[in-house]
């Protein structure tokens, strides 16, 4: 983004969606965080077991990949509601009203279409993994100790369905300021970091009294 980015809450049924939303996204958001948490506890005790008994824990790299999809994809759509994902501002920066809405809309249209087209392979890889009938219900496995694989190929087409219903809200959103040309709820609204403080203050304010 340009700047900072806020989202607008006003009460409306899009901004409640939104909000509901934004529970999953933080409870995702946090189990990765966790997730990345635990990554540093499994490196400590395989350096320390190597270094202290010449025993590193077993099937370190499998675990590692095991946490990596947890990592990766449960933050993602977290971050799309708060606009925190890389990408080009030098034009869109400069954009104001129903025409930055609109090029928000077919950006965002085509991010939806584009994990719309990555929910259905990452499914389609994930079906392959699994199996009712086989052992651990896994037709594939980690190489060291043999964990299943098919619990993290799941988490790439979950996290990419919650991404995909953000997505389409800020769809939604953006319709919204197309037609009625003010700041739609439910979007990353662009501010710059003097807007942001100014907000913050207000605010701060507003609980004093």
């Known amino acids: 983004m340009a700047g ?110 584009l994990i719309l087209l990555l929910i259905w392979g990452s499914w389609a890889h994930f079906d392959r993994s699994f199996d009712w009938n086989a052992p651990l219900w896994s037709r594939d496995s980690t190489i060291d100790i043999a964990l299943p694989l098919w619990p993290a190929k799941l988490l790439a087409p979950v996290a990419f369905s919650i991404l995909s219903l953000r997505l389409v809200v800020q769809l939604v959103g953006y319709a919204k300021g197309i037609i009625g040309g003010g700041e739609p709820a439910g979007v990353p609204l662009n501010r710059s970091v003097a807007e942001q403080a100014a907000e913050e203050a207000a605010h701060v304010s507003g609980a004093d009294t």
């Not at 997730?35 to 675990?63: E, I, K, Q, T």
């Not at 990766?72 to 990408?87: C, E, P």
């Open 4 to 113: 900072s980015s806020a989202v607008l809450e006003d009460g409306s049924v899009l901004s409640r969606i939104d909000l509901r939303l934004l529970r999953i996204e933080r409870v995702l958001a946090l189990i990765s965080g966790l997730a990345v948490f635990s990554l540093m506890v499994l490196a400590v005790v395989s350096v320390s077991g190597r270094n202290a008994m010449n025993a590193p824990l077993p099937g370190y790299v499998d675990w590692i990949e095991q946490i990596m999809p947890l990592i990766a994809f449960m933050g993602i759509s977290y971050t799309q509601r708060d606009g925190g994902h890389i990408r080009m501002d030098i034009l869109v920066g400069r954009l104001k009203g129903r025409v930055l809405w609109t090029a928000e809309f077919i950006t965002t249209l085509v991010a939806l279409i």
